[in-house]
């Protein structure tokens, strides 16, 4: 009997089996595993609904978030990106190397007993959205999203992997993402302008939301977006259609 088979039993007679890669991360191994998206709302069964804050490891799902990210995915099918899931497994997990690797090989197989309960760390919106854009679009299921795999270590191990993995995160600028959306049409149409217009040359902010007194700018581009948006008598926050704009 191969040794992925003796240690897929070990696990249990139920398992989930994953292509995988392990890691070790301030003395702990964790696995980076590739899945597929259709296994996804099986793998992650959200139920923390009515526990209290102090006795959960997540934030609660806001339901409002979701629309947004499935449509992300089903209008941009050849060009959608996710970022990892990361998650805790609170059951029987096991990594077997490639054979041709040895017990120290770092490629392999991962096996998680089915009836292992399965936290997610960070990408719970993520994981709600895929559910919903695989009702529209089951075809989707095939595709693949890496999933970060750690051992559950308690209650307030996950809660601590959720601070840190939170608390550090710095949203990219409103100007940023005007001038690295090259899907949005008023994006396009705002750093289009400012190119354009020789008054713009040199003098605008493409990064900051703010001017700093010692800068040579006298714009920023989330400014003439939201002046733009003003003129042409559309309230903040409301893109105009391609004809607004002609």
């Known amino acids: 009997m191969s040794r992925a088979r003796i240690d897929e039993q070990f696990v249990g007679s ?3 089996g994953f292509d995988a890669i392990r890691g070790v991360q301030a003395g702990r191994e964790f696995y980076v595993a590739m899945c597929p998206l ?17 006795l959960r ?7 409002s978030r979701i629309p947004a990210i499935k449509n992300y995915i089903l209008n941009n099918p050849n060009d959608y990106t996710f970022s990892s899931l990361t998650a805790s497994v609170d059951g029987v997990m096991r990594f077997t190397p490639a054979a041709s690797l040895g017990e120290e090989g770092k490629l392999g197989r991962l096996y998680i007993n089915m009836d292992s309960r399965l936290l997610i760390n960070d990408g719970q919106h993520r994981r709600k959205a895929i559910e919903e854009a695989l009702k529209e679009r089951p075809d989707l299921g095939h595709e693949m999203i890496s999933v970060v795999f750690f051992q559950d270590d308690g209650l307030k191990r996950s809660q601590q992997m959720f601070s840190d993995l939170n608390k550090n ?9 005007i001038l690295y959306d090259h899907r949005d049409e008023f994006s396009k149409f ?10 713009f040359d040199g003098r605008v902010e493409l990064e900051k939301t ?23 008598g559309l309230r903040k926050g409301r893109k105009p259609s391609v004809e607004e704009k002609n």
């Open 14 to 16: 139920e398992t989930y």
């Open 38 to 54: 259709k296994i996804i709302p099986k793998l992650f069964i959200f139920d923390d609904y009515d526990i209290p804050p102090e």
């Open 57 to 63: 490891a997540q934030r609660v799902l806001r339901e």
């Open 169 to 177: 995160a710095v949203k990219p600028t409103k100007s940023l993402n």
């Open 190 to 199: 705002i750093v289009s302008l400012v190119n354009s217009i020789e008054i």
């Open 210 to 232: 703010s001017i700093s007194n010692r800068s040579t700018k006298a714009f920023t581009l989330n400014g003439i977006a939201d002046a733009s948006l003003r003129l042409i």
